[in-house]
């Protein structure tokens, strides 16, 4: 599983989760935290389709993030791409995570 993160930080809350190897929408941009980690920011359709919970919590507007590479937590590589446009999906309505408890 990979955190989606309310700000890029390792520290911060999650909305939920992404699975490796699940084709997921993000802005064409990474960010990189205070240690220098890249994260990527999920689409707001994609967190809506990944984390519909967050549509009914206190920010209902938020943004997600996601780690790009977990080596230093020694989980390797957590997302790769961007993809070639033919292997991007026409519909994302698999990309579904659970809240943290």
Same mark, same amino acid.
């Given at each position: #599983?990979? !955190?989606?993160?309310?700000?890029?930080?390792?520290?911060?809350?999650?909305?939920?989760w992404v699975?490796?190897?699940?084709?997921?929408?993000? *802005?064409p941009?990474t960010?990189?935290?205070?240690? #220098?980690?890249?994260?990527?920011?999920?689409? !707001?359709?994609q967190?809506?389709?990944?984390?519909?919970?967050?549509?009914?919590?206190?920010?209902?507007?938020?943004r997600? !993030? +996601?780690l790009?590479? $977990?080596?230093?937590? $020694?989980?390797? *590589?957590l997302?790769? $791409?961007?993809?070639? *446009?033919?292997?991007?999906?026409?519909?994302?309505?698999?990309?579904?995570?659970? +809240?943290?408890?």
């Amino acid at each position: #599983k990979v !955190f989606v993160k309310k700000v890029p930080s390792e520290m911060a809350r999650s909305w939920g989760w992404v699975h490796r190897g699940q084709k997921i929408q993000v *802005a064409p941009q990474t960010i990189l935290d205070e240690n #220098k980690r890249e994260w990527v920011e999920l689409t !707001f359709l994609q967190l809506a389709r990944s984390c519909p919970e967050r549509l009914c919590s206190d920010d209902p507007l938020g943004r997600g !993030f +996601a780690l790009v590479d $977990g080596d230093h937590l $020694g989980l390797g *590589a957590l997302l790769s $791409g961007p993809l070639p *446009a033919q292997e991007c999906p026409e519909c994302l309505e698999e990309a579904q995570c659970t +809240a943290e408890e």
